[in-house]
């Protein structure tokens, strides 16, 4: 039985291109594609560093992404840029259905946890700021652990706060890495695939369930159970 359902929330819950935007002030027309790079430096940043041992708050992945980014298209951004593109990020929008749809899943007396590479402080802002934090019961950073998903110990970590078994425990996530984290430590797994263009990895594992919006969760965890 899913007792707990964990929302990611980079990518998931909250909308990283919307930064777009903000950036275009800095970058021009190059904004979508700095955007892409930055969110994929950003996440081979925590990469690295978790295969390193190297832990840094997320920000400073985050951070470093944003200059790497910039500066591949030419752009070398002085330190109020900076500063003002991270202020931008730390409040960006969730997606369009996400609020409804969490209201949702809570009334109907599901157990929702965040569970985010971010500090425990950033997400807490960052829901704050969507207008979603009141359905949560907990907010799970990786800081705690030290290390950044899909390392084994970050989900063991979730189930131990949670108190749950990791069969008892859903990921939704929009990153297929965190599914296959998720996945080879024992969680349940829901894919959102917000653009119909990525591919999941294939390495012969599979989401248990596939989401093209979250509206579909809740039924699909009704018949999941």
Not at 99 to 110: E, V
Not at 137 to 160: D, N
Not at 190 to 199: G, I, K, Y
């Amino acid at each position: 039985m899913i007792d707990v359902v964990a929302f990611d929330i980079y990518g998931t819950l909250i909308d990283t291109q919307a930064i777009q935007g903000k950036l275009a002030t800095l970058v021009g027309e190059q904004a979508p594609a700095v955007t892409r790079l930055w969110r994929q430096k950003q996440l081979e940043y925590s990469f690295r560093r978790g295969l390193m041992r190297d832990y840094r708050d997320f920000s400073v992945c985050t951070r470093d992404a944003l200059v790497y980014a910039c500066r591949e298209f030419g752009v070398t951004p002085d330190e109020p840029a900076i500063e003002r593109m991270m202020a931008a990020y730390a409040e960006l929008d969730a997606f369009a259905e996400v609020a409804d749809s969490l209201q949702r899943l809570a009334a109907g007396g599901r157990r929702l946890v965040a569970f985010s590479n971010g500090s425990r402080a950033a997400v807490e802002r960052l829901l704050e700021h969507a207008g979603i934090r009141e359905v949560f019961a907990a907010v799970v950073s990786v800081e705690a652990v030290g290390t950044f998903k899909p390392a084994p110990e970050v989900y063991a970590h979730l189930c131990q706060v949670c108190e749950s078994a990791a069969r008892d425990v859903c990921l939704v996530s929009g990153n297929p890495f965190d599914i296959l984290g998720a996945a080879h430590a024992g969680l349940r797994s829901a894919w959102l695939q917000r653009d119909p263009a990525t591919q999941f990895d294939p390495w012969g594992v599979e989401p248990d369930i596939r989401l093209a919006s979250l509206d579909e969760l809740q039924a699909r965890l009704d018949a999941l159970q």
